[in-house]
């Protein structure tokens, strides 16, 4: 992983990428060890379990709309304010959590979290642009990529064992700790990236100028587009196959998280390629390849369902091939829509993380709203979803070539 030497200069590399690291968990961890106190939650305030969803659907409404101004803040004042300013959001809206005397301070304080979960997501992928160019940056992003998905696989656990031990409060007293030593070590070791940073307050227009730019550049769009179509595939799956595994295929809730670890593989290899080979193969041609991948798996998982020969086997490992296609597409084209304008990288991470969180959720609405009619909906969907992502890419590489 080659980078520029002079952002980084007197740090440790291994220490520098292990703090990338750690900003861009902040955010999924929140999310994630979170889901196993929702019954504690609605014993302890009464509430209905419709109402503790919310909880998530506010932290994911902040994770999403924060990301729209991460970026531009951090191309104008840098990635370091920026980022230091987010961390501290987020230890304090982990604290106000953890102290929460209702369910509605508690929705409060998951939005404040999320606002500041979202920093480490958007700043870390634009801190890697800056000192990485195209092709390497992709390679580094997947790399980065690989170890933080093993969030989602570990969080549930822990915050099922700390909910066991203690009460649903010990999950966000451990974040407010998680945050607080990951904003010592940003203050400490984390340098600024950005040297194109316009500190000048007399001219405020210029903060969403950059947003503005990247809205009328059709390559930007491309990429963008085909980053949320495939985080629509995952979106759905996540919505609609515990139903299918719990209700159609008459399995426990056990089996499904067992199964489930092959769908962690699969993204995790998919991104080991993506570190690997990225310089080597480059960016679009690793984009067509995992958005091929991803439509075959999806074809496989529908068509076993249409000639009624769908099992755990026939939806979890074409999902594996899924998410091993989405592994080499999302790193790939996260790098390319933040490369299309030099000058707007933080803009370009946020708006593009906007609408990977903003189209997975209307994908996995619409999988929530449709399996109540249609059983297997969210194949259907992720079919959909995959061919278009695919589409969308051959469009923008034949119509807007570089």
Do not use: K
């Amino acid at each position: 992983m080659s980078s520029q030497s002079t952002p980084v200069q007197g740090a440790r590399p291994m220490l520098f990428y292990a703090i990338l690291v750690a900003m861009s968990t902040t955010g999924p961890l929140a999310m994630n060890i979170f889901v196993p106190s929702i019954p504690g939650l609605m014993r302890e305030f009464s509430a209905t379990s419709g109402t503790v969803q919310l909880t998530l659907t506010v932290y994911l409404a902040g994770i999403a709309v924060s990301q729209l101004f991460y970026g531009p803040l951090s191309d104008r004042y840098g990635r370091r304010p920026a980022m230091l300013a987010g961390l501290v959001l987020y230890v304090v809206g982990s604290l106000f959590c953890a102290y929460a005397t209702s369910i509605e301070t508690l929705m409060v304080a998951r939005f404040a979290q999320a606002l500041g979960g979202a920093a480490g997501m958007v700043l870390a992928r634009a801190i890697v642009r800056d000192l990485h160019g195209r092709e390497a940056s992709a390679s580094v992003l997947g790399y980065i990529t690989m170890v933080w998905v093993l969030v989602p696989m570990f969080a549930p656990a822990l915050g099922g064992l700390l909910e066991q031990v203690s009460t649903w409060r010990a999950s966000f007293f451990v974040l407010s700790f998680f945050g607080g030593a990951v904003l010592i070590l940003t203050f400490w070791r984390l340098p600024e990236t950005n040297p194109r940073a316009d500190r000048d307050p007399n001219e405020p227009a210029r903060l969403l100028s950059g947003v503005a730019a990247l809205v009328r550049a059709p390559r930007f769009i491309g990429y963008t587009l085909t980053l949320g179509l495939c985080s629509a595939v995952f979106f759905s799956f996540i919505a609609g196959a515990p139903f299918i595994m719990v209700e159609v295929l008459s399995q426990s809730p056990l089996d499904y998280g067992l199964w489930f670890m092959l769908v962690s593989v699969g993204y995790m290899s998919g991104n080991f390629l993506s570190g690997r080979y990225s310089q080597r193969i480059g960016i679009d041609r690793m984009i067509a390849v995992g958005n091929g991948l991803a439509i075959a798996g999806t074809l496989v998982m529908l068509t076993a369902a249409i000639i009624g020969t769908l099992s755990p086997l026939s939806l979890f490992v074409p999902m594996l091939i899924v998410t091993l296609g989405n592994g080499m597409t999302i790193p790939n084209g996260t790098a390319a829509a933040i490369s299309v304008l030099p000058r707007t990288i933080g803009a370009a991470a946020g708006l593009s993380g906007f609408a990977q969180v903003t189209i997975g959720a209307i994908a996995s609405q619409a999988t929530g709203s449709l399996q109540g009619t249609i059983p297997l909906a969210a194949l259907w969907v992720m079919a959909a979803a995959a061919v278009l992502a695919g589409l969308s890419h051959q469009y923008m590489m034949r119509r807007f070539p570089q």
